[in-house]
């Protein structure tokens, strides 16, 4: 259910060109949202588990618009501050590669999920937002809510984190990364996350 619900976050900004990255976030996510989820019901052969195709559309519409060295940074907390500049780049790369990965082969899921996003009061001046939305399941049962924090960067507005139900789906990696850290220090968690990543990759062979 949570990697599922995780998948949701990446439809916020599918697609989304420079002319939808100039509008505020919320009207972005609802715009770019009503038109993803009309490709991924139309698209026969990502429903049927293509991820050779899932992932090129991850790659190329959803996450160029994620700041991942804001998501590694927020997960591992104070261990951000101990790892060398390489360590970070690592890091990133891996943990990038990891939610990509990890979801690519979830995107059949999306069909008759339906999105409402809160009206975003956003004042001139700002540049770190919070777009809240609910998730409703063709099939009833309570919605669930999402909340993005978007920060405005020099390339558009770029999601650095997402709250699942109150819960800060990117910290929650926090205590695993941190277990690994004890263990095996900085480089025993990037050598973990390569793990996982190329059991992923062979898993989707």
């Avoid at 916020?12 to 939808?20: E, P, Q």
């Avoid at 429903?47 to 790659?59: M, T, V």
């Avoid at 001046?125 to 993005?148: A, N």
Wanted: aromatic share 10%; glycine share 8%; net charge positive.
């Amino acid at each position: 259910m949570y990697k599922y619900m995780f998948l949701l976050t990446f439809n916020l900004f599918f697609g989304a060109g420079s002319a939808l990255a100039a509008l505020p976030p919320d009207v972005m996510a609802r715009t770019v949202t009503d038109e993803v989820l009309t490709v991924l019901r139309a698209d026969k052969d990502i429903q049927s588990g293509n991820q050779k195709k899932a992932r090129e559309l991850i790659e190329t519409k959803i996450a160029p618009h994620f700041n991942f060295a804001g998501m590694t940074q927020l997960a591992l907390g104070r261990n951000w501050g101990a790892a060398s500049p390489e360590q970070r780049k690592a890091l990133t790369a891996e943990f990038r590669a990891l939610l990509l990965q990890t979801y690519t082969a979830s995107l059949a899921l999306f069909r008759d999920q339906r999105f409402e996003y809160r009206p975003l009061k956003l004042a001139a001046d700002e540049s770190d937002v919070t777009v809240r939305s609910l998730v409703r399941q063709s099939g009833g049962g309570e919605p669930v809510q999402i909340d993005y924090s978007v920060e405005k960067t020099d390339s558009g507005w770029k999601v650095y984190n997402v709250k699942i139900g109150g819960i800060s789906l990117v910290e929650n990696y926090r205590s695993t990364f941190n277990t690994e850290i004890r263990k095996g220090g900085i480089d025993g968690l990037i050598a973990s996350l390569r793990d996982k990543n190329r059991a992923l990759v062979a898993q989707a062979k």
